[in-house]
């Protein structure tokens, strides 16, 4: 649910409500007793870090690069 809040406690109170809206909660924010605007948390294909992490210390079979050679030849090659 939405929490309603002015004009004046959005200004006031920034820090505060940003902390808020990233743990998913949303706001009316209203200006001479009528809603102005509305203020929702994103719902994107954005990961969380434990997944972010999680998919760099296993990477899916498909985003390994196979080559022919093997990586610490490469390096060395391009050191050289």
């Known amino acids: 649910m939405d929490q309603i809040i002015s004009i004046k406690e959005l200004r006031t109170n920034l820090p505060e409500i940003r902390q808020k809206i990233q743990k998913g909660i949303g706001f009316i924010v ?40 093997p990586a610490a030849q490469i390096i060395r090659e391009e050191r050289e």
Do not use: D, H, T, V
């Open 30 to 69: 209203i200006y001479r007793s009528k809603p102005l605007f509305q203020i929702k948390p994103l719902r994107s294909n954005i990961l969380p870090k434990s997944s972010i992490l999680e998919l760099f210390a296993n990477p899916p079979r498909k985003m390994l690069w196979r080559g022919k050679k």
